[in-house]
């Protein structure tokens, strides 16, 4: 089965901390993973997609197909980095169609 | 990015009333768009998969006949909660995919009294 796992419900650090947001997938194909950021009453946005291996806004993620993992990283966070982070997996299908972990709130103290 | 809009933002229904909710797709066309339910604090759970010109595919759990899922453009879907009760109060988005990935909504929070 689809799964995508975020172990932390939040995660505190301080500002200019380095921050790693946990993700796990299950998946028995091959996945396309992503992560989606939802800052304070706004819609959820595009972070960024493993296929693409960007850095947006000092954020990356390296999928680990031994691993299972697509950890999001950050070297120094941001005040501005405060939001609720999602990681989640689209099927091969390529619908479109998304399965979210249950997100992991970054609260980045000055 | 693309654009893609709910209406309403919120609304306020007695128990027993339907509500409809509409997805646009401002600046793109959209052949599948998607109806996520999110409750406070928590993930979003797909609901279903709206299909332009088909019927809807619905997630194991969510009734059809409750969440009816109409897709009669390439911009335009509408989510009618049926018979609306307090539990079904939640914060409804949807997302409109493309390439890689998917564009959402800005949400439609549905309080049933």
């Known amino acids: 089965a689809q799964r995508v796992t975020q172990p932390e419900k939040l995660l505190s650090v301080f500002k200019g901390a380095p921050v790693e947001l946990k993700c796990n997938y299950s998946y028995s194909g091959s996945p396309e993973l992503f992560w989606y950021v939802q800052y304070s009453r706004q819609r959820l946005q595009l972070l960024l997609r493993?296929?693409s291996r960007e850095s947006i806004k000092g954020f990356t993620a390296d999928l680990n197909k031994g691993e299972t993992s697509f950890h999001l990283k950050k070297p120094f966070a941001q005040e501005e980095d405060s939001a609720m982070y999602y990681c989640?997996?689209?099927?091969?299908?390529?619908?479109?169609?998304?399965?979210f972990g249950q997100g992991t709130t970054l609260q980045v103290k000055p | 990015g693309a654009v893609v809009s709910q209406h309403p933002s919120r609304v306020i229904c007695k128990s027993g009333t339907s509500v409809k909710i509409e997805c646009r797709s401002l600046d793109f066309q959209a052949t599948t768009m998607f109806w996520y339910r999110q409750f406070p604090k928590q993930s979003l759970m797909l609901m279903a998969t709206?299909?332009?010109?088909?019927?809807?595919?619905?997630e194991q759990g969510v009734e059809k006949d409750k969440f009816l899922i109409n897709h009669a453009s390439l911009t335009l879907s509408t989510l009618t909660v049926t018979s609306a009760h307090p539990e079904d109060s939640s914060f409804y988005i949807c997302s409109a995919s493309f390439q890689h990935g998917a564009f959402f909504g800005p949400g439609t929070r549905l309080t049933v009294l």
């Open positions: 709206s299909n332009e010109g088909s019927k809807a595919t619905y």
């Open positions: 989640a997996l689209s099927d091969s299908s390529n619908t479109g169609k998304l399965i």
């Open positions: 493993h296929i």
